[in-house]
């Protein structure tokens, strides 16, 4: 197996959303700041998807309440167990999901979420290095 973190490859991030508008921008932020992207509108198609292919993903951006039997915050628990490599970010514009007992590797980020945050969790998160990898479009600050 190749590994998914080698120089000639993108991470790869699973996003999971159900609203189609949302899934579409986060895909696109990270797809144009490099970084390859597979959608899934449930938590349930996501499991499938990792099932077949976790060893080529390496971070998980989650919606906390996506429909079905298995919301955002079941998803980050079998994923921390099953696949514990894959790191787990998960996101809600409720201000109830507010997560206590997440595992170390799930992070939570209140929606609506600023492109610079995701982009710099997910970069830490993929193992790239510090400006390294994938940055933000559009910024260009000065030290």
């Known amino acids: 197996m190749s590994d998914a973190n080698a120089p000639d490859r993108k991470p790869v991030i699973l996003v999971v959303e159900d609203e189609p508008d949302e899934r579409f921008l986060a895909a696109s932020l990270l797809e144009e700041t ?3 992207v597979i959608e899934a509108e449930t938590a349930d198609h996501a499991l ?6 976790a060893d080529e993903v390496s971070v998980v951006f989650s919606d906390v309440r996506t429909p079905g039997p298995i919301g955002g915050f ?8 099953t696949w514990p490599r894959v790191r787990v970010l998960l996101t809600s514009g409720d201000a109830g999901d507010q997560p206590s007992d997440l595992r170390v590797s799930a992070t939570f980020i209140p929606k609506p979420w600023r492109a610079q945050d995701i982009l710099a969790w997910v970069q830490e998160a993929a193992g790239l290095p510090p400006g390294g990898g994938p940055s933000v479009i559009g910024e260009r600050r000065g030290d």
């Open 34 to 36: 490099g970084f390859a």
């Open 48 to 53: 499938a998807i990792l099932n077949d292919r």
């Open 74 to 81: 079941e998803l980050a628990r079998i994923i921390g167990v």
